[in-house]
């Protein structure tokens, strides 16, 4: 059977329309490695043109899968919802998506937080707290009993109060939890897992509106108002705008600060250090290098970095030690990487509503390792 005879079951089956003949068929042919190939091939090929809304089509595909022009790629797992029953079926067929067998060599990779099960909190000025998920809550109230705003399915948000000083909040979302909130201007700010924001309590008449993202990450949707500008300061950059949506990862524990703009334009730049700016335009990222300080700046599809809003998971290209990060962030556990060859390679892969479990199985299927789980730990073989 020709490589084309088995692309067009191969894109018959992806497209669940395959009968029970041909998956016997297509089954049979991919015990052969290089038909096996052609299959993990096309599998990658579809789940990166499903994301970007595009259709598979396999003749297009024919002759890169055949004769592939570039240096062969790292190992990617790609999973979501749609491609689960896919994936399976390539467990079943015995299909292995590891380029080349572990080493053996192993050294432990150090857990990079503690388990706590916290709840959002509130910080005021004056040092006071309040927990945000207290049953029957329903507004946030400072020392003095004044009502500062509003708690509603979840969300809070501000009043306009008017004001000539500056009193600021910190809200502090910790990990396994996310939090959405809208300041007193209208901005609405999504907060992931492991955040710290300092913002003013309301915004004045005649000042820059200035947000402190301290760690973690945050999405904001900033309300238009071209006589105040709004600027998102971090620890080692700042991101200025009038009016757009965009996406700041400042994470003290990673090696970058990403900021992705999906809508508008920003300015990102060096801080304190205005001369030394980037233009974004949508779909455009930013990343600083907190080892060699310095900025540079690439094209992305800026929907896989705000994904998270949604509760997704999404990796494009993410080193398996990170991905071990964010899924310690978003699940509130502790993992821990024995596996010095795993933790450099990269993956691409997509998750919605899949259990840690699950994710954890999925990866440990198409690489070949193997993990313990206690309680809210995790160790990796």
């Given at each position: 059977?020709?490589s ?5 079951l ?15 068929i ?21 789940h990166i ?40 079926i390539v467990?079943?067929?015995g ?9 053996p060599?192993?050294?432990?990779t ?12 509130i ?20 020392k003095e ?20 000083v500056?009193?600021y909040n ?35 008449e ?6 402190y993202?301290e ?26 705008v ?6 700041v ?38 990343i600083?290098n ?7 700046k ?9 994904s998270?809003?949604k ?6 290209n993410?080193?398996f ?13 502790a993992i ?13 892969a ?18 070949g ?7 809210k730990?995790i160790?990796?073989r």
């Amino acid at each position: 059977m020709s490589s084309k005879d088995i692309l067009f079951l191969i894109e018959k089956y992806f497209n669940d329309d395959i009968s029970k003949e041909e998956s016997k068929i297509l089954e049979s042919l991919l015990k052969d490695e290089e038909n096996a190939r052609i299959f993990k091939d096309v599998f990658q090929e579809y789940h990166i043109l499903k994301n970007k809304d595009k259709h598979f089509k396999g003749e297009e595909f024919l002759e890169k899968i055949i004769t592939p022009k570039a240096p062969p790629y790292k190992k990617v797992f790609r999973l979501s919802n749609i491609y689960k029953y896919a994936a399976m079926i390539v467990f079943i067929f015995g299909l292995s998506f590891a380029f080349y067998k572990l080493a053996p060599n192993f050294r432990s990779t150090a857990i990079t937080h503690d388990i706590i099960d916290e709840d959002v909190q509130i910080k005021f000025e004056d040092g006071s707290k309040q927990i945000l998920a207290l049953k029957g809550l329903d507004s946030l109230k400072n020392k003095e009993n004044i009502t500062l705003g509003y708690l509603k399915n979840g969300e809070l948000t501000y009043k306009r109060l008017k004001t000539e000083v500056l009193v600021y909040n910190t809200i502090n979302v910790p990990y396994g939890k996310h939090f959405q909130m809208t300041l007193s201007d209208g901005t609405i700010v999504y907060l992931n897992a492991g955040t710290r924001l300092r913002y003013p309590v309301n915004f004045i008449e005649g000042l820059k509106r200035e947000v402190y993202l301290e760690e973690g990450e945050a999405y904001f949707d900033v309300t238009k108002d071209e006589k105040h500008q709004f600027i998102v300061n971090t620890k080692a950059i700042d991101v200025a705008v009038y009016g757009t949506k965009f996406n700041v990862s400042a994470y003290q524990n990673d090696k970058f600060i990403e900021t992705t703009l999906e809508e508008g334009s920003v300015k990102v730049y060096e801080k304190d250090n205005i001369n030394n700016a980037l233009l974004l335009v949508p779909n455009e990222q930013s990343i600083w290098n907190n080892s060699a300080q310095n900025m540079s700046k690439k094209e992305v599809y800026s929907n896989i970095y705000s994904s998270w809003i949604k509760g997704e998971l999404q990796f494009e290209n993410v080193l398996f030690e990170d991905i071990t990060k964010r899924l310690e962030r978003h699940f509130n556990v502790a993992i821990q990487n024995d596996n010095t060859d795993l933790k450099k390679e990269s993956f691409t892969a997509s998750f919605k509503e899949e259990t840690l479990e699950d994710i954890m199985l999925y990866f440990s299927k198409s690489y070949g390792f193997k993990f313990n789980t206690n309680k809210k730990r995790i160790t990796i073989r």
